[in-house]
């Protein structure tokens, strides 16, 4: 028996393969209620505290959109500028008072370490919405679950990460939950965005098959999934080396085509420019269901640390 009640969602790394098939089954339970009910009353009475000090369009909708098919409701400001950040507040104190205001809080703040720090200021459960470069946990899970929707089963994939391993936390904590399953990985970066060399060690030493490369069309031949990604311009210290990196990678409609026909194509969104629009008709392009899956995995998350699903 898997007990979420109370849990904070903070590190990709916190799941135990028993948990991520629970937090799936949930979610594909949300799905199919949806589908029937469009929204239902488990968590009426209800409060999220929506927390978003930087830009955020699907984690936050899909965040609000969830609590509210789940019949809560929800209060949060989406920009520092609008929350008493902007007067000089502390994080912890702004936390300590919302967390008398609400049930469950999700958050996204641009420093590393933001949600841990959240997480002992506050009662309540925190959901980490992405903390700085750090990680972004329940992407991850969404991620994990889109998976397993378009291909049927996780095990057995390979599943190429492409763009900027370095900075992006939806890969850095997408790879602790795929390292749970039988998948080979492929990190598809230019040598500037490489995963953080600390993280490949780790996965190689708990066994997880992961292979290095420079070249995407080399990897997108050995792969079932691309996960891409945006090069994560708001991270670079020196405005001239994202000018260099950018627009390292582009998938074009006529790469998957020649290449590998039956790959699934995933990306968090937003795009700049790594996938061409012409990928989007492809019957394997998923990040639009993916970003719908947003909302079934927020909802499972919301309901099991609030004990209110099991
Ligand atoms: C990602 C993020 O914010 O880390 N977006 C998301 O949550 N769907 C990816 C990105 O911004 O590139």
Do not use: W
Not at 159 to 180: Q, S
Not at 208 to 228: G, I, K
């Amino acid at each position: 028996m898997v007990d979420f009640k109370g849990m904070d969602i903070l590190h990709g790394a916190q799941f135990t393969r028993e948990e991520l098939e629970h937090i799936m089954k949930v979610a594909a339970d949300m799905r199919q209620r949806v589908e029937k009910e469009r929204s239902l009353d488990v968590m009426k009475g209800y409060v999220l505290g929506a927390l978003f000090f930087e830009p955020s369009t699907r984690t936050r909708l899909s965040f609000e959109a969830a609590m509210h098919r789940l019949g809560g409701s929800v209060v949060g400001f989406a920009s520092a500028g609008t929350s008493s950040s902007a007067k000089g507040e502390s994080l912890a104190d702004t936390i300590r008072n919302v967390d008398r205001y609400v049930d469950v809080i999700a958050m996204r703040h641009p420093q590393i370490g933001s949600a841990q720090e959240a997480a002992e200021a506050a009662e309540a459960p925190v959901l980490n919405g992405g903390d700085g470069a750090g990680q972004h946990p329940t992407q991850a899970l969404l991620d994990l679950f889109t998976v397993q929707s378009e291909r049927g089963q996780v095990d057995g994939n390979t599943i190429a990460l492409c763009g900027d391993l370095k900075y992006g936390r939806t890969v850095h904590a997408g790879v602790e939950v795929y390292k749970h399953y039988d998948c080979k990985l492929i990190f598809v970066a230019p040598d500037a965005l490489r995963m953080p060399p600390e993280i490949t060690a780790r996965l190689r030493e708990q066994g997880v098959t992961v292979e290095e490369m420079t070249d995407l069309e080399a990897a997108l031949a050995e792969s079932n999934v691309l996960y891409m990604t945006r090069i994560q311009k708001e991270r670079f210290e020196d405005p001239a080396e994202y000018e260099r990196l950018k627009g390292s990678y582009v998938l074009t409609r006529a790469m998957v085509e020649r290449i590998n026909p039956d790959l699934t194509v995933m990306h968090p969104l937003p795009r700049v420019d790594e996938i061409a629009t012409d990928v989007d008709a492809l019957p394997g392009a998923a990040y639009f269901r993916q970003a719908e899956n947003g909302v079934y995995t927020r909802m499972a998350l919301i309901g099991l640390v609030t004990g209110e699903l099991s």
